[in-house]
C-alpha cells in the first residue's frame, strides 16, 4: 500500500425529502445564487423544492449552464456574483452545473490577471467562495471532491482544476430525481462512475487489499443496479444504490494508497472537446483500446477484476484478462452505449494525431500509472479506438 | 437503504515516516498537551518522533492515561489544561488514550455543574478543544470517528459520549508501529475491529447493497491478514491493511443507511466495568449467544455473511446462518481469543441479573436493531454466555 493523505469535509444529506434539510445548512445572512443548467430542475418539480426550502433567504439565479460547463457562460455568472455581492453559490443540477459552480467559487476569490490561468497554470484553490449542492443527475461524483473540469468552446479545450477548497460544504443526494432522468443520461452516468472507479483500480496490484475490494464492491453494484434503473427509474432502491455508487466512486477514498491512471479521461476529455460526444461515452471510447494497448502492464489487476467482479474463474491470468475487457465492452453496449469513435461520427481521420500533438504542446508526456503512456502511445491508443 | 446524513471532516495522514508530518498540522502559536498511556510509546520509538516532530511547538505531558480511560486519572489532565492554559491536545496512542482526549476535549470547554454531567446526560459535544491524533494501536476507529467511552472506577460504570466536535482534526497512522505490539494487544484490535462491522451489519436487509459489500470488504481483510498479522507482526502490508480496516471499521461509512445493533457492545461493556476483561474479549464472549439467541431476526444476514465472507454455499438459510456463527467462535479462538465468561472468571454467577438490572436502572429498555432487546432478553443472552 502506498503513504497517502486523505481528508473530505463534505456532509451528505442522503434519502427521500432531504432537499427540505437544504435551509439548515446555509447562513441565515448568506445572499445565495442559485445555478442550473438547461431547466429540466424546473419541469421535475427540483426547482420548486429548492424555492420553497429557500423561502427566507435572499436569493439571486443563473440559469442555462450546458453541459461540459463553458468558460464563456460562467464568466457572465462571474460578474452576477460580483455585481450582486454574492456570498453562497448553491449548484441544482449534475456534474456540470457543480463544476461550473466550483470554477465560480475559485474564481470569485482568485486575484490573477484572468480567470483563465486557475485551469492553463494548474492553480490550486486553498480557499473557495463557499457553496453546497443539490444534485439531480448521479454521474461525475463532484458533489463529493474538490475537482472540476471546464471547457472553453473558442479554444475546444476541456481542462481540470481543483483544491482542497473546493469541496462542496453539503450535499443533497434524493434519490426520488432519479426517476425523471432521460435513459440516455441514465447510461452515461453509470458508465462515468463504473469508468472512474476503473481509472483508481485497473493498474497493477500494490497490496492494498481493502482498497481494491472497496473499488470492487462499487463495480458490483453498479453491475446489479444498472438493468434496474434502466428498466424502472423510480425504482427507489435501484435508484439509491446507483447514487450512492456514484459519489463513493470518486470521493477520493478507493483512490488512496493506490496508483492512479486517468489516461483514459485526458483522451476522452478531447474527444469531447473536438466533437461534442458526451463525456461518459468517450471513456467508453478509450477504455477498450487503452487496455488492451496497454495489456501487459494491466493483466494482472484485469485478471483479479475478472475472477471477483465478472466471476470468471477458467484460463490463464492473459486469458482472464482478455475476457474482462470483452466483459466490460459487453456492459457498455447493453446500455445503449457505443465504443468506437466512428460510431459516433464519419469525421474521426486525424483525431489521433490531433489529440497527440495537444499533449505534446501542453506538456503532458508521461500519462497513466506508469507514467509511460507518452503522446506517440496515445496516438496508437486513439486510433484503436477508431 | 435508510434516509442518512453523513460527514467525517478527519484528515488521515497514512504511511511510512508519516509522524514527521505532525508538525505541520498543528498551529505554531498553540499549545500543547501531549497524553499517552502506560509508557510504551516511549519504548517503541513513537515518543521520540513526536518529540523531534514537534521541537518547536510548547510542549506540556501528560502520561499514564489507563486502559479503559479512567475519569479520576482525565480529571487530573483537565486540571492541568487549565492552569497551564493548554489550547491543543495531541493524543499518541490507542483507543483508550484517544477516548479519554476526547473527553478532555470535551470537558475543556463544558459549562456544565460537573464534567461527568457529559456522561450520564448523554451530552452532545457541538464544539471541543482542537485535537489531533497519533495512532499506535489499531483497534477502536476513534483516530477517525466522534465518539469516546469513558469509565469511571469508583461507580463501575463504562459510558459513552460523543459528538460532531469531537473528531479528530488529523490523525497519523504508521503502520510501522505495529511491529512492536504484543500479540495480545493485535488480537484485541482484530476482533475489535471485526465487531465493529458486525454490530453495523448483522442487523435485517434493507437493500443497502454498497453498504453491505464495504462491510463484507473490511471483514474479508480481516481475515485475510489477521494470521499474518499475528504471525509477523513487522510485514508492513498486512499491518497497513489491517491498520486501515480498523480505521475504516468505525468511521461513521458503513453505518449509514442501514441498521446497527450495538447491544454487544452495551453488554460488553458491563464485563470490561464488572471484571476488568479487556474489551475486545467481551464482545468476543456477547458475539455468539447475542447472535444465536436473536437468530430468526439476523438470520437473513447471517446467511449473506456465510456465503460472501466465508464462501459456505451449501444448505438451507438456517444452515448457512448457524455455520457462520460456528466459523466466527473460531476465528476468535484462532486469534487466541476465548468466548466463554467462564474462560476469564470463576465469579460469574449473578452477572446475567447484575446486567439485566443495570440496564432497567439507566432505563435501557430497548436495544438493538429492532428495538427489542429488554433488560430480560439482556439477561438470557449473558447467561448463555457463562
Request: hydrophobic letters at 40%; a negative charge; aromatic letters at 10%.
Amino acid at each position: 500500500m502506498n503513504n497517502f493523505e486523505f481528508k473530505n469535509p463534505t456532509k451528505i444529506i442522503f434519502g427521500k425529502e432531504a432537499i427540505k434539510k437544504l435551509e439548515n445548512e446555509i447562513p441565515n445572512d448568506a445572499k445565495v445564487l442559485l445555478l442550473y443548467g438547461g431547466g429540466s430542475i424546473k419541469k421535475n418539480g427540483v426547482y420548486e423544492q429548492v424555492k420553497t426550502a429557500l423561502s427566507n433567504f435572499n436569493v439571486v439565479e443563473f440559469g442555462g449552464i450546458p453541459a461540459n460547463p463553458e468558460y464563456d457562460t460562467l464568466i457572465k455568472a462571474l460578474t452576477l456574483i460580483k455585481d450582486e455581492k454574492i456570498t453562497y453559490l448553491l449548484a441544482v443540477g449534475g456534474g456540470s452545473v457543480i463544476d461550473g459552480t466550483k470554477f465560480l467559487s475559485a474564481a470569485a476569490l482568485f486575484n490573477g490577471a484572468t480567470p483563465w490561468d486557475i485551469l492553463t497554470q494548474k492553480i490550486r484553490t486553498e480557499k473557495g467562495m463557499p457553496f453546497g449542492t443539490v444534485l439531480t443527475l448521479p454521474a461525475t461524483g463532484s458533489e463529493m471532491n474538490s475537482g472540476a473540469v471546464i471547457t472553453r468552446a473558442e479554444t475546444k479545450e476541456k481542462l481540470a482544476m481543483g483544491g482542497p477548497g473546493l469541496f462542496p460544504e453539503f450535499s443533497i443526494l434524493d434519490p426520488q430525481v432519479i426517476a425523471s432522468i432521460p435513459r440516455r443520461q441514465l447510461a452515461n452516468g453509470l458508465t462515468d462512475a463504473f469508468t472512474h472507479v476503473l481509472e483508481q483500480y485497473m493498474t497493477y496490484p500494490v497490496g492494498a487489499l481493502l482498497q481494491d475490494r472497496f473499488a470492487e464492491s462499487i463495480l458490483h453494484t453498479l453491475l446489479e443496479v444498472a438493468p434496474k434503473v434502466l428498466k424502472n427509474p423510480s425504482n427507489y432502491q435501484a435508484a439509491a444504490n446507483f447514487m450512492w455508487s456514484c459519489t463513493m466512486a470518486l470521493n477520493g477514498l478507493i483512490q488512496k494508497g493506490v496508483p492512479n491512471d486517468w489516461a483514459v479521461h485526458a483522451m476522452g476529455h478531447e474527444l469531447t472537446a473536438l466533437f461534442g460526444i458526451d463525456h461518459a461515452r468517450t471513456l467508453a471510447i478509450i477504455v477498450p483500446s487503452h487496455y488492451k494497448y496497454n495489456f501487459e502492464a494491466k493483466k494482472e489487476k484485469l485478471a483479479q477484476y475478472a475472477e471477483r467482479v465478472w466471476q470468471i474463474t477458467e484460463g490463464s491470468i492473459d486469458d482472464k484478462a482478455y475476457a474482462a475487457i470483452e466483459k466490460t465492452v459487453n456492459f457498455f453496449h447493453e446500455l445503449g452505449i457505443d465504443t468506437k469513435l466512428s460510431d459516433y461520427t464519419i469525421d474521426y481521420q486525424g483525431t489521433a494525431e490531433e489529440i497527440a500533438k495537444r499533449f505534446t504542446d501542453r506538456g503532458w508526456l508521461a500519462l497513466g500509472e506508469h507514467q509511460d503512456i507518452t503522446p506517440e502511445k496515445v496516438e496508437k491508443i486513439v486510433k484503436m479506438a477508431y
